[in-house]
């Protein structure tokens, strides 16, 4: 194919033109110092005492979760414990949602957005680690071996998997839709972490991270174990662990497997944030700016400035239309994409080479 029909043949795919209309699904806009939709439920002497008494649990619930997604487990016991009006110098803004009031009480959901400079300021107070930004979305595909190994919306440990709620993790496990196992994928195939149907599904979710957790059930009568093992397939390479599950005491088999697919995500998530704590990797970036003025120049130093991943932003060559820059992050290149929209900066490879722009 010549040059110019590649480039045609790409705008046509993006668009969802080739392919019977297939498009890559995007990825919802994820704020990492942010968390959405705090259930609260309050009664006071009014109404109004209950909402004000809400946002303060709010908050302060919020807080906590924030800072426990972005810290590694050995650290929570270290990680502050702040008063109401501490907690609220921290807060950025609130969104209120599904609110119902009677005289005395107070229903709704509350999303809070924290300072990303205040958050970090505090965990660095405490000399705590952390991780913020997201990774890519990685695909799950969970094959049951209950006699055979079978890849099926209908098995118990894709239900198990979908009984999950990673939405609010660094470390984002999506789940495929039923529909779109279609006609069935070949079981090989899913288990390699390759071929036409994998590669496309990746396409569509706009990764190409795929993990398949393959989970063989053994023994039964209350005293059953699940051997789970992880094959990971993305820009790594392929990795693999595993885990065993014992049956609790009263536990079905159901709620070992929901156990199970919790205990795999957390361990997944564990991993990804301890190899993506701030400054631990550095990638060595040059990016190029096209330019349209000097206000855009000025705007993505500034915006490169506040993104704690990345250091010493360089301008190394400035001309009328152009300029190159230089800088280091501190989360693989994969990432970078995602991790750099939070800040307000599109950061895309294109032939081989970086390209940065201001996000409007």
Known sequence: ????????????????????????????????????????????ATAAAARNVAIGEAQSRALDLLLRRMTLKED???????DGNSV???????????????????????TVAFSPGGIRSLLGRYNIPFAEAPANPIIVLPVFDNGGPQLSASNAWWNAWARQDWQENLLSLTLPRAGELGMG???????????PWVEALGSRYGTSEIIVPIATLRGGGGQAKLM??????????????????????????????IRAARDVGDNLTYSWKRNAMAGQVKTPIIAILDLSSLNQLITVKERLRQAS????????????????????????????????????IDLTQRDGDWYVSPRR
């Open 88 to 110: 609220s110098r921290l807060v950025q803004s609130l969104q209120f949602d599904e609110e119902r009031y009677s005289s005395t009480r107070y229903i709704g959901k509350v």
């Open 1 to 44: 194919m010549r040059p110019k029909s590649l480039a045609v043949a790409a705008i046509l795919l993006c668009v969802g033109v080739i392919a019977g209309g297939a498009s890559v699904r995007a990825a919802p806009y994820f704020n990492s110092f942010e968390v959405r939709e705090v259930p609260v439920d309050v009664t006071a």
């Open 228 to 257: 789970v093992s992880i094959r990971q397939y993305g820009v790594a390479g392929e990795q693999s662990s595993s885990i065993e599950i014992a049956q609790l005491p009263g536990e079905t088999v159901d709620a070992m497997l």
């Open 309 to 344: 991943i990345i250091k010493d932003p360089l301008v190394v060559s400035l001309a009328s239309h152009r300029a190159v820059l230089t800088m280091t992050a501190a989360v693989p290149p994969e990432q970078l994409t995602a991790a750099m929209v939070q800040y307000g």
């Open 185 to 195: 994928p070949s079981i090989g195939e899913v288990m390699q972490g390759g071929g």
């Open 76 to 82: 929570r016991g270290r990680l502050p414990r702040l």
